[in-house]
C-alpha cells in the first residue's frame, strides 16, 4: 500500500523538485497542487510518473491556498481519490512582488504575503491533521507534516520584512503543531532552505551570483530544488522517528556564525 503526499506549489521550482524526489522512491500516491499553472502542473506529473521506480498515482489540483474554499476543496480531494493522507508538505509561497524598503512597504504586500505564506499553510494544517489523525498508520512509513520555511525565518533582509515575518511566522507554527500532533505520532518539521534556484529567485540571478562569487555560503553554490528534496524525502521516508519540531538546514552553510 503506498502512502499519500499532498504538496502545495509542486507545479514548479523546490515543489516538484520534492515531488520528483518521492515520485523516484514509489513509496507515496501523490497530489500536486498549484495555483494557476496548469501546464507546469501536467508537466511535473509527467515527469514523477516518468521518475516513479514502480507504478504509483499522481494527480493534479488547482487551489490557492490563500482561499479557505480552495483549502477545504483541495481537502475534500484528497478525501475523495484518495482516502487517506500520510504527508502534507506545506511548500507553496511567494515572494514580494516588488522588495521595498522596510520605511516605504505598502500593506498590500504585507497581507498577500501573512495570507499565502503563513495563514494558507497554518489553517491547511489545521484541517489537514484532522485527515492524517484519522488514517490508519501506514504499516512502514510515518504520517508528517514539513513546512518549507527559509533562511529568511532568521535573516534579517530590510527590503522585504514581509517575507522574513511570514517565514519567521512558519517556523513558529512548526513548533506549535510539532508539540500538538506528538501524541497522535504525526512529527512535524521545517526545512529552511537557503538561495535556490528557482523561478523565485531568478530575478534576483545577478545579486546571488555575486554573492556567491564573494563567497556567500561555506559551501559555496546554488542550492537546488533536489537539495531541498532529499531531506524532506528523508523524513518522509521515516528516517527520524525520535524527533519531532526539527529544523533541518538546508543551505549549503549559509546559517553557520564563522570568526
Ligand atoms: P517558485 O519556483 O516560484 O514556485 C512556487 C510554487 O508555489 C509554484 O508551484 C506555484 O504554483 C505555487 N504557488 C504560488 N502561490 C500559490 C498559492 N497561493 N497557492 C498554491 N500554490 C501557490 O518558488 P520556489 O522557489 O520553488 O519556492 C517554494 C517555497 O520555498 C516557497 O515557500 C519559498 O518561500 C521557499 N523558499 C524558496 C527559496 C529560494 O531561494 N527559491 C529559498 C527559501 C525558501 P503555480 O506554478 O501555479 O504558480
Redo the contacts with the bound molecule.
Sequence with gaps: MHAVALI?????????GIALELARHAQHDLLI?????EA??QECQQLCLEAAAENIRVEIVQ????SREDRGRLLDTVRERFGRLDLLVN?????PSVRADLLDADEASFDRLIA??LK?PYFLTQQAAKLLIDSPPHPSLPRAVIN?????AFTASVNRGDYCIA?AGLAMMTKLYAARLAEFGIGVFEVQ????E????GPVKGKYDALFADGLTPINRWGT?ADVARAVAAVALGAFPYSTGQVFNVDGGFHLRTL
Aim: net charge positive; charged share 10%; hydrophobic share 35%.
Design positions: 502545495t506549489g509542486s507545479s514548479r521550482g523546490i515543489g516538484r497542487n498549484y495555483a494557476g499553472n507546469a502542473a487551489a490557492d491556498v490563500s511548500n507553496a509561497g511567494v515572494a499565502i505564506n494558507g518549507v520555511t527559509s533562511i529568511s517565514k532552505p537557503g538561495v535556490i528557482t523561478d523565485m529567485t530544488p
